[in-house]
């Protein structure tokens, strides 16, 4: 694609919003990494990695955003969009899919998405900015990289759902065909199901009757990324169904339901409990 001179400006603050804060947090390395690893440090450079790899996917959004935008002559100062059938690109601003709309791919730099009930989306990304998918609406993958996810009753994702920071909740029949993943912020399931495992790293973890298949996995902090505040708090909850190990690479407080089922727990001990709540 060609770029016009009147383009430039309009990528050049796109990036001042956004891009280059991920640039820089990407340049630095990670807060204790050595270039001699040791083999227990494998699995956290494994997480770094991971963690480097989603940001610079919303990096590659970020810059097709705004070349697309500055390509249209459309002002990357933006503002709040309106999807329509072929979908909303918009770069400082929120984008809003209404109620029944089948629309393409939507996506933002810096502000939320709203997919109302009943919508179709190809996928809906963001870099700073919420994502909420109302009841019985369908997309094909959500992400962000600071900011929650939200998916009322009834809602599908084919794909995964991620961010980085941020929290992840789905609502009652929920579901989520491919992997649900975030690396700072709680998660919380009711009556939902995941098709393609769990994973986090200081996210507290809340599930009630709920089905996952491929199991959960804390992975250990990197220093990419990440921050914690304690040990994660990880419920299973009454009615709940995990298929495939709960693996643990960091301390955590693991609660298990006695009226729930689980696969091998691995890196930690799980105290069961009675009742609907776990203890304190």
């Given at each position: 694609?060609?770029v016009?001179?009147a383009?430039?400006?309009?990528?050049?603050?796109a990036?001042r919003?956004?891009?280059?804060?991920a640039l820089?947090l990407l340049?630095?390395r990670?807060?204790?990494?050595?270039?001699?690893?040791?083999?227990?440090?494998?699995?956290?450079?494994?997480?770094?990695?991971n963690?480097?790899?989603?940001?610079v996917?919303?990096?590659?959004i970020a810059?097709?955003?705004?070349?697309?935008a500055g390509a249209?002559?459309?002002?990357?100062?933006?503002g709040?969009?309106t999807?329509g059938a072929?979908?909303a690109s918009?770069?400082?601003?929120?984008?809003?899919?209404?109620?029944?709309?089948?629309?393409?791919?939507?996506?933002?730099v810096n502000?939320s998405?709203?997919i109302?009930?009943?919508?179709?989306?190809?996928?809906a990304?963001?870099?700073?900015g919420?994502i909420?998918?109302?009841a019985h609406?369908?997309a094909d993958?959500?992400?962000?990289?600071?900011?929650?996810?939200?998916?009322?009753s009834?809602a599908h994702?084919?794909?995964?759902?991620?961010?980085?920071?941020?929290?992840l909740t789905?609502?009652?029949?929920a579901e989520?065909?491919?992997?649900?993943r975030?690396?700072?912020?709680?998660?919380?399931?009711?009556?939902?199901h995941?098709?393609?495992?769990?994973?986090?790293?200081?996210?507290?973890?809340?599930v009630?009757g709920?089905h996952?298949e491929?199991?959960?996995?804390?992975e250990r902090?990197?220093?990419?990324?990440?921050?914690?505040f304690?040990?994660?708090?990880?419920?299973i909850?009454?009615?709940?169904?995990?298929?495939?190990?709960?693996?643990?690479?960091?301390?955590?407080?693991?609660?298990v339901?006695?009226q729930?089922?689980?696969?091998?727990v691995?890196g930690a001990?799980a105290?069961r409990?009675a009742?609907?709540?776990?203890?304190n």
């Amino acid at each position: 694609m060609s770029v016009s001179r009147a383009t430039s400006p309009r990528i050049a603050a796109a990036a001042r919003c956004g891009i280059g804060r991920a640039l820089r947090l990407l340049c630095s390395r990670p807060q204790g990494e050595s270039p001699h690893r040791t083999q227990d440090g494998a699995v956290a450079a494994a997480s770094a990695r991971n963690s480097r790899g989603i940001v610079v996917k919303h990096l590659r959004i970020a810059l097709g955003v705004a070349l697309a935008a500055g390509a249209a002559g459309c002002d990357v100062g933006g503002g709040d969009v309106t999807a329509g059938a072929n979908g909303a690109s918009t770069v400082n601003g929120s984008v809003h899919v209404p109620a029944g709309l089948h629309s393409g791919k939507v996506d933002t730099v810096n502000g939320s998405i709203r997919i109302d009930e009943n919508a179709t989306v190809a996928s809906a990304s963001t870099v700073n900015g919420s994502i909420s998918l109302g009841a019985h609406a369908t997309a094909d993958s959500l992400d962000t990289v600071n900011g929650s996810i939200r998916l009322d009753s009834g809602a599908h994702v084919l794909r995964a759902v991620s961010t980085v920071n941020g929290r992840l909740t789905l609502a009652s029949a929920a579901e989520v065909g491919g992997q649900l993943r975030n690396v700072n912020g709680s998660i919380a399931l009711r009556d939902a199901h995941v098709a393609q495992g769990l994973r986090t790293v200081n996210g507290n973890i809340d599930v009630r009757g709920s089905h996952i298949e491929g199991g959960i996995v804390v992975e250990r902090s990197s220093g990419w990324f990440t921050w914690s505040f304690g040990l994660p708090r990880v419920v299973i909850g009454p009615g709940s169904v995990v298929q495939g190990d709960m693996r643990f690479e960091r301390r955590v407080h693991l609660f298990v339901s006695d009226q729930a089922t689980v696969g091998a727990v691995i890196g930690a001990t799980a105290q069961r409990f009675a009742g609907d709540s776990a203890p304190n």
